[in-house]
């Protein structure tokens, strides 16, 4: 099984500030990677794929990096609707695997 | 639109058993990758089966030999027959359909819980 590992567990930002969140693969996934956004009490809503390709509807200020262990998800200037929780996940192999998730709270 | 209703969800006994329902509308069940993902309460998320091609199956070891993933063309819906719950168990169960040529979650329903204790 790939063991996904984000970084931070907690990030505190304000609004307009930059945010960064890590995820690492115990082996390589190649650019099969995903993220994931979830706020409480709704579904996880799919942001990226491939590593770096916005899921439709998904706003310009999102960027996603990285291949093979290292990974990186970008909010260039977070706004109000972007607090919540995000989780990366592999599909290169069986079973799927996600992170343990980054909370993106309030500064 | 593509829709997924969930539906199911109770409080049940440990080593009890449970059938989960997710109604899919908009697209065919039976055409896509769908899967089921859960999600314990304050934790993150666990992918825990997939069905794809009819019938191909995988599950993730944690509830291998006691979930089954199936589905019914006829009514569009994707099942998960829980048996021999246990504590851990209890969580929202989300289904899900994979986006494009697979492998990641473009599509997801809103969750219904499943409790298991006594």
């Known amino acids: 099984e790939i063991v996904m590992t984000q970084s931070p567990a907690t990030l505190s930002a304000s609004p307009g500030e930059r945010a960064t969140v890590s995820c690492r693969a115990s082996?390589?996934?190649?650019?099969?990677l995903a993220w994931y956004h979830q706020r409480p009490g709704q579904a996880p809503r799919l942001l990226m794929y491939d590593a770096s390709t916005r899921a439709t509807g998904i706003a310009a200020r999102f960027s996603g990096s990285g291949s093979g262990t290292e990974f990186t998800l970008t909010i260039s200037s977070l706004q109000s609707e972007d607090f919540g929780v995000y989780y990366c996940?592999?599909?290169?192999?069986?079973?799927?695997?996600f992170g343990q998730g980054t909370k993106v709270e309030s500064k | 639109e593509v829709h997924l209703v969930e539906s199911g969800g109770d409080l049940v006994q440990p080593g009890g058993s449970l059938r989960l329902s997710c109604v899919g509308s908009?697209?065919?069940?039976?055409?896509?990758?769908m899967s089921w993902v859960r999600q314990a309460p304050g934790k993150g998320l666990e992918w825990l089966s997939v069905i794809y091609t009819g019938d191909r199956t995988q599950y993730a070891d944690s509830v291998r030999g006691r979930f089954t993933i199936s589905g019914d063309s006829s009514k569009n819906t994707l099942y998960l027959q829980m048996d021999r719950l246990r504590p851990e168990d209890t969580a929202i169960y989300y289904c899900?359909?994979?986006?494009?040529?697979?492998?990641?979650?473009?599509?997801w329903g809103q969750g219904t819980l499943v409790t298991v204790s006594s």
């Open positions: 082996h390589s996934v190649s650019s099969n």
């Open positions: 899900a359909r994979d986006a494009g040529p697979g492998g990641y979650f473009g599509y």
């Open positions: 908009g697209f065919t069940v039976s055409s896509n990758y």
């Open positions: 996940q592999q599909y290169t192999l069986w079973p799927r695997t």
